[in-house]
């Protein structure tokens, strides 16, 4: 074919950046909301925060340059008083560098030092569980062999405190040369298993829990949750009472002592000394009463303060067409400052309308949840639903009833008899207050609890009750009996 040119006319939607990053900061948490003007604060010099005593948080026209407010200097020029007590010192012919502080001056100090201390600092670090076994093991009477033997098999423990490894496989990785026979690993392994935490180098569940309870004190009780645990686990977990009375003999009293001791035990005895990676979360909204009315408010620790940079940008002012880079920085920070505003401005908005939807589970708990979803508030609202999904995600609001992400304010529902419509997450909260008020010797099954909840109104089907108990961890019929 011949080659040509052709002129064609065409439209298309383009993004452009200040939208695509007023996209992206929506959908962030607040976390990496911060860590993301962290890194623009970093990069742009054009940015900086401002102080805590500035005011509310500050996105429109910021102060002219040179201003008190600036904080350019920053520095403070010393008051009459200052000056008054320098003279007095002056004249007096004392020397205060050679003790560092002047009379009256150390407890001020002292004072503002312990208000900037991080006592985070002074909290002891945290021991692994290798290291609190070694440290038991360099502080006992055996031989440097015997050490050698009982850290290896320390070296074998997961996180648990669980040996996997059968003693012949720790014996393969042992060189030839050392001579070290299987009896001699097995001595190790019971040195291992009298340490700290008790129940420690168990290669079993039941294994692990007659380890703790050979560590107890003889009584009865104890004695007899011994004989369970190394022979009727299972039975146990089955919670075949009747059949675990007839094999050890004794009475209902003594089978619920020993049930409660055995529930006492830690099943992962090495997860203690683990990582404590506790992730807290910082509310975006807090919700109260205020006479008679549910209201959203923004929370303050969670929104940044951020504004201009006034010693840049009258330099900038002062030579335009000379900055350089600056002036599309400057462009880019008062992009961030306008877009995080809007960012909670439409949090805010997102959050009251949920509010105001829910005003039942406010006032009534789960219970009174009714069924929402993020097409009706992106209605209400006039916003696209993908933007509201962004907003629900991540985001929490504090509420007298807790702190709950705006997720869960959304749920799908189910039909009534009288055709209107329950919310799934009332009928979770109606099933725990089932399975919470019923009788332990006889539970409710599934089955009942569906017709329960059909007594109400509610239609539910029995597999629909099983899959809400099973995402709230309500174990089934058959593990919930008691003696």
């Given at each position: 074919?011949?080659?040509?040119?052709?002129?064609?006319?065409?439209?298309?939607?383009?993004?452009?950046?200040?939208?695509?990053?007023?996209?992206?900061?929506?959908?962030?948490?607040?976390?990496?909301?911060?860590?993301?003007?962290?890194?623009?604060?970093?990069?742009?010099?054009?940015?900086?925060?401002?102080?805590?005593?500035?005011?509310?948080?500050?996105?429109?026209?910021?102060?002219?340059?040179?201003?008190?407010?600036?904080?350019?200097?920053?520095?403070?020029?010393?008051?009459?008083?200052?000056?008054?007590?320098?003279?007095?010192?002056?004249?007096?012919?004392?020397?205060?560098?050679?003790?560092?502080?002047?009379?009256?001056?150390?407890?001020?100090?002292?004072?503002?030092?312990d208000e900037e201390v991080d006592f985070q600092e002074f909290q002891p670090?945290?021991?692994?569980?290798?290291?609190?076994?070694?440290?038991?093991?360099?502080?006992?009477?055996?031989?440097?062999?015997?050490?050698?033997?009982?850290?290896?098999?320390?070296?074998?423990?997961?996180?648990?405190?669980?040996?996997?490894?059968?003693?012949?496989?720790?014996?393969?990785?042992?060189?030839?040369?050392?001579?070290?026979?299987?009896?001699?690993?097995?001595?190790?392994?019971?040195?291992?298993?009298?340490?700290?935490?008790?129940?420690?180098?168990?290669?079993?569940?039941?294994?692990?829990?007659?380890?703790?309870?050979?560590?107890?004190?003889?009584?009865?009780?104890?004695?007899?949750?011994?004989?369970?645990?190394?022979?009727?686990?299972?039975?146990?977990?089955?919670?075949?009472?009747?059949?675990?009375?007839?094999?050890?003999?004794?009475?209902?009293?003594?089978?619920?002592?020993?049930?409660?001791?055995?529930?006492?035990?830690?099943?992962?005895?090495?997860?203690?000394?683990?990582?404590?990676?506790?992730?807290?979360?910082?509310?975006?909204?807090?919700?109260?009463?205020?006479?008679?009315?549910?209201?959203?408010?923004?929370?303050?620790?969670?929104?940044?303060?951020?504004?201009?940079?006034?010693?840049?940008?009258?330099?900038?002012?002062?030579?335009?067409?000379?900055?350089?880079?600056?002036?599309?920085?400057?462009?880019?920070?008062?992009?961030?400052?306008?877009?995080?505003?809007?960012?909670?401005?439409?949090?805010?908005?997102?959050?009251?309308?949920?509010?105001?939807?829910?005003?039942?589970?406010?006032?009534?708990?789960?219970?009174?949840?009714r069924p929402l979803t993020l097409r009706e508030i992106a209605d209400q609202?006039?916003?696209?639903?993908?933007?509201?999904?962004?907003?629900?995600?991540?985001?929490?609001?504090?509420?007298?009833?807790?702190?709950?992400?705006?997720?869960?304010?959304?749920?799908?529902?189910?039909?009534?008899?009288?055709?209107?419509?329950?919310?799934?997450?009332?009928?979770?909260?109606?099933?725990?207050?089932?399975?919470?008020?019923?009788?332990?010797?006889?539970?409710?099954?599934?089955?009942?609890?569906?017709?329960?909840?059909?007594?109400?109104?509610?239609?539910?089907?029995?597999?629909?009750?099983?899959?809400?108990?099973?995402?709230?961890?309500?174990?089934?019929?058959?593990?919930?009996?008691?003696?």
């Open positions: 074919m011949k080659p040509s040119l052709q002129l064609k006319l065409s439209q298309h939607l383009t993004l452009t950046p200040q939208l695509q990053q007023s996209i992206r900061l929506l959908q962030l948490s607040t976390l990496e909301l911060n860590q993301e003007i962290e890194r623009f604060l970093l990069e742009n010099p054009m940015l900086e925060r401002d102080e805590p005593d500035g005011g509310e948080y500050a996105s429109g026209p910021t102060p002219a340059a040179g201003s008190a407010q600036d904080g350019v200097n920053g520095s403070e020029q010393p008051s009459e008083q200052d000056n008054r007590d320098a003279a007095h010192e002056e004249q007096q012919g004392i020397d205060w560098s050679d003790t560092g502080s002047a009379p009256g001056a150390s407890s001020t100090r002292d004072r503002d030092n670090a945290e021991t692994s569980l290798r290291e609190h076994l070694d440290q038991q093991i360099a502080l006992s009477q055996m031989c440097d062999r015997d050490r050698a033997l009982a850290r290896l098999v320390v070296e074998a423990l997961d996180d648990d405190g669980y040996l996997h490894q059968t003693l012949e496989e720790l014996l393969a990785l042992v060189p030839a040369e050392h001579g070290v026979e299987l009896e001699e690993l097995e001595i190790a392994l019971r040195q291992v298993q009298s340490l700290e935490p008790a129940g420690i180098a168990a290669r079993s569940p039941q294994e692990c829990l007659g380890l703790q309870l050979r560590a107890m004190p003889e009584d009865p009780v104890r004695k007899l949750a011994l004989t369970i645990v190394e022979g009727h686990l299972e039975l146990l977990a089955e919670r075949n009472f009747a059949r675990i009375k007839r094999l050890t003999g004794c009475d209902d009293d003594a089978l619920r002592a020993a049930h409660a001791l055995i529930c006492s035990l830690d099943p992962h005895p090495g997860a203690r000394h683990g990582s404590d990676d506790t992730r807290y979360v910082l509310p975006d909204v807090v919700v109260r009463k205020t006479r008679g009315r549910w209201t959203v408010g923004l929370n303050a620790e969670a929104m940044p303060r951020l504004r201009i940079n006034q010693l840049y940008a009258s330099i900038l002012q002062q030579h335009r067409g000379q900055g350089g880079e600056l002036p599309a920085q400057l462009q880019e920070a008062r992009w961030l400052i306008k877009n995080v505003q809007q960012r909670f401005d439409t949090i805010l908005r997102v959050a009251q309308a949920i509010v105001d939807q829910q005003r039942q589970f406010f006032d009534h708990g789960a219970v009174a949840m609202l006039e916003l696209h639903e993908s933007t509201v999904s962004r907003v629900t995600t991540q985001k929490y609001m504090a509420t007298p009833r807790g702190v709950f992400e705006f997720k869960y304010f959304f749920g799908s529902h189910v039909a009534t008899d009288t055709g209107g419509a329950a919310s799934s997450t009332a009928i979770r909260a109606l099933i725990r207050q089932l399975v919470e008020a019923e009788d332990g010797k006889k539970p409710l099954s599934d089955a009942k609890i569906a017709d329960l909840l059909g007594q109400q109104g509610i239609v539910v089907a029995r597999r629909t009750i099983a899959k809400y108990r099973e995402t709230m961890s309500i174990p089934p019929v058959s593990q919930r009996k008691t003696i």
